[in-house]
Every structure is written in structure tokens, then in C-alpha cells.
DNA sequence: CTTGACCTTCCAGTGGATGGAATCTCTATC
DNA sequence: GATAGAGATTCCATCCACTGGAAGGTCAAG
């Protein structure tokens, strides 16, 4: 089978699949002519990487998986514990976004959206810095960012 | 104020800073020995481009963002519009993760986890198609992917 | 004078492809 | 046999937003 029936058939771009052989993933052998020739264990390789990558693995990933399938003797808890770690990873993302998605609605939810330039998305994104760890106030006058600083620093060459 | 500094207060690596300064977002003056002297302006505008960023705006997105936010006569239904479309996109991401996590969990509860090959996550990898448009029986006969057009095509030449 | 912190530039690499150019190779048709 | 067009090949560049590291200049303290 030629690259391109390979796509169609495996819904990779074709593409994808020679940077998926320079990469190592797949070996497909070549022709005299220099086209690559698929047999069937690459087309179920592709297929499995194709579904690996639809499920967000990430390619070091699918390299792990793809020797685990090929290994008859693998141990489940082997692909269970890839399968773990990916999940946590999705679902801490899951939370980030969470959270970025609530500050930014409760921002766009304020923003009046009108003609006129006052707006809280801009005062948020203007604003000193998110205080996480308020300093206590003396040592404010310390801090590299105060106007004092900033003047000396300048002068300071 | 010298690059360490302004790293330090506006927390972003000299190395981004120095990233953004070679993108165009900030252009910090020069002292006689090369090194740069950045002003309260820049520092406004690296905090501003810091807090952008850790609500996820792209660089693109930060561009217009700054240039607005340094436009008096802005509309606040400009900010409004990329915030809004910033938070869809956000949106749409938590669905797709969503249902990444729901399908992932799935499998790795069916996991047993042990020391024998047998896998759930590995069969779901391995299964031919996620067949979301099922394709009438006797089509199949014809597809690239059966073992006929395998052969066929590996004995065309 | 030396040390070490800080600054500079430039180049390369990350992940996972994707776009495009220039150049074969095959097949079909005239 | 000529030719057109599809499909294959390679290689290089590009995307995003940095980040790492090398090689070297500058500055303040001891």
C-alpha cells in the first residue's frame, strides 16, 4: 500500500506519517522506486497511533504504548499506570482552565462593552500584581518596583 | 532599572523580556554600554503583558490588548470582543478535555492493572475505527483497509 | 587584579506537525 | 511516443512562546 491509500484508510495526513517514520514510530519497507510500501502491521500501528493521539497521548507516549502492544508478554498495570498519568495531567489542565475560565467570564460579565474606554478587563490586566503573598505594608518601601527605586536605579548610570 | 530587576519585579524571565522586546511589545531605551534601561512605562506594560499571559491570552491577543490599553479613546466593547472570544476558545477546550478525561477514566477503571496482558486500553487503542459515521456492511467490501486491497495493492508492483 | 554577578548577542531546540518547492514516478489518454 | 496529471519523494521553513547554552562584554566589591 502506497502513503496516500495508508491516509484514507487511517485518517492520518500523509505527512503525519512520513514525520511519524522520521521519528521512528513506524518502518515501513521501500519499493525499488523509493515509495514507501505498508504492510499490515503498519497500518495497525498507524491506526493505533492515530487513536493514542486522538486520546491526547503525547508522542513518548505512543512510543511506550506502541511497545506495549507489540508485546505480547506486557503487563497491564504497564499501560494502566500511562494511561494514570495522562488522565492527572488532563485533569489538572482541566482545572486550570476552570479557573481561568471563571476570572475571565466574571471579568467579560463586568466589561459593559460599550464605546466607552472604562473597562474592568484592562483595570484586572493593568493592575499592580495578583497578591498572592500580600506583603506586609513596611516593606513595601523596599521593593524594587516603587517609584523610588525605579529613579534611583535610572540615575544610577 | 536594568533587565534583572525588571525580571524580578514584573516576574518574567529576562529571557521573555528580552522575547518580547525582540517581538516588538516593549522597547525598552539603551544605555551607552548596550545594556537596556527600562522605564516605568515598560514596566507597566511587561506586568500588564505578564498578567495577559497567565489568563492565557496568545501573544497575538496581547498585542492588540497592549495596544488598546494604551488607546485613552478605546471602546470597551474591543477588549469585550477579544476577551469573549478568548473565553469561548477556553470553553471549548474544557469540553474537549472533558470528554478526553470521561473516555481516559473509563478505560483505566476497566484496567485491572495486574501482570497479564489483557487490557481494556489497549484494546480501545488497537480497535480499528471510532466508528462515529458506521459505515453500511456491505460498503466495507470495498474499502482500502480489508486484506484484499492490502494484497492487491502490495502485489501491484 | 581578580572574582563573580550581571549583561549582551546569537544559535539551537522544544512538540507535533504542516506548508511549500523542486523533483521523480506512475498511469491514462491521445 | 508524447504528454498531462496524480501521487510520490526529499528538504527546508514555519508555527507558538519561549528556553538553554555558549561566548564574550561590563560593573562593583574585595
Known sequence: MNIGDVSECCGLPAKTIRYYEDIGLVQPARRENGYREF????????????????????????????SLYEDRKRSSSDVKAIART????????????????????????????????????????????????????????????????LENRSARM
Open 39 to 66: 504492510a499490515r502491521r503498519d497500518l495497525h500501528k498507524l491506526a493505533f497511533l492515530g487513536r493514542a493521539r486522538s486520546l491526547g497521548f503525547s508522542i513518548k507516549e505512543c512510543r511506550s504504548l506502541l
Open 86 to 149: 495522562h488522565l492527572d495531567r488532563i485533569d489538572r489542565k482541566i482545572e486550570e482552565l476552570q479557573a481561568l475560565s471563571a476570572t475571565l467570564r466574571d471579568l467579560v460579565e463586568r466589561c459593559q462593552g460599550d464605546d466607552r474606554p472604562e473597562c474592568p478587563i484592562m483595570d484586572d490586566l493593568a493592575r499592580p500584581a495578583p497578591n498572592e503573598h500580600p506583603a506586609p505594608l513596611m516593606s513595601r518601601a523596599s521593593s524594587k518596583c516603587d517609584n523610588a527605586s
